[in-house]
């Protein structure tokens, strides 16, 4: 269930800019000169502070060991996938 408490209207200015209210900052401990990512989802902006958004990322590829190439890896898969589905 979502939950609405730092829930805030803010107003689009010029240039497209919006404020964070002072409040949701200091909830999210977002400081003056941090990087946030934004990103649509399902019609909806996203912020996340960069350091979040790297984290989460380690945490679902820490298991990939050093010098192993995902794109290659991800390539082998689809070739052999393709070999399988032309001798079947």
Known sequence: ???????TRVNVGPQGRIV???RL????AIKQGDTLVVRSEERRLVLE??????ARIRRRFGSVSRGVSLADELIFERREE?????AG
């Open 25 to 28: 900052r200091r909830s999210l």
């Open 49 to 54: 502070k960069r350091e979040e958004v790297l």
């Open 1 to 7: 269930m979502e939950h609405f408490e730092d829930q």
């Open 82 to 86: 393709a070999r399988r589905e032309q």
């Open 20 to 22: 964070i209210p002072a």
